[in-house]
């Protein structure tokens, strides 16, 4: 079994920065496709980012590409997710995921039903 807890959501002012991170225990990190995803008020859960097991290939939402940075650290179990130039819409709650599965095609990362593991979230608020 794999457990993952968020850390580092926060209240921020817009153009702000936050790191949001995902420790990860119960198994080995480098056996999993890790990714990031967000849920607002209201609103569907969205994918935000995603990472190979690898680390050779990192996918982002349009949305937040060229503003957010996911990383890995395999020795550490640790997952990152840089978050810079915050706009209020990203207001959320953001989730740490893990998937055992494998990737056949870049559509796959954004595929919230492809990750096996769920973090329990991280509130991420960015005030106007």
């Known amino acids: 079994q794999v457990q993952l807890v968020e850390s580092g959501g926060a209240l921020v002012q817009t153009g702000g920065s936050l790191r949001l991170s995902c420790a990860v225990s119960?198994?080995?990190?480098?056996?999993?496709?890790m990714g990031w995803f967000r849920q607002a008020p209201g609103k569907e859960r969205e994918f935000v980012a995603a990472?190979?097991?690898?680390?050779?290939?990192?996918h982002y939402a349009d949305s937040v590409k060229g503003r957010f940075t996911i990383s890995r650290d395999n020795v550490k179990n640790t997952v990152l997710l840089q978050l810079d130039g915050l706009k209020p819409e990203d207001t959320a709650v953001y989730h740490c995921?893990?998937?055992?599965?494998?990737?056949?095609?870049?559509?796959?990362?954004?595929?919230?039903?492809?990750?096996?593991?769920w973090g329990q979230g991280t509130q991420v608020t960015v005030s106007s």
């Open positions: 995921a893990a998937s055992a599965k494998i990737f056949n095609s870049q559509n796959d990362y954004q595929r919230g039903g492809w990750y096996n593991y």
């Open positions: 990472i190979s097991r690898s680390t050779r290939s990192t």
């Open positions: 119960g198994r080995t990190l480098s056996a999993y496709v």
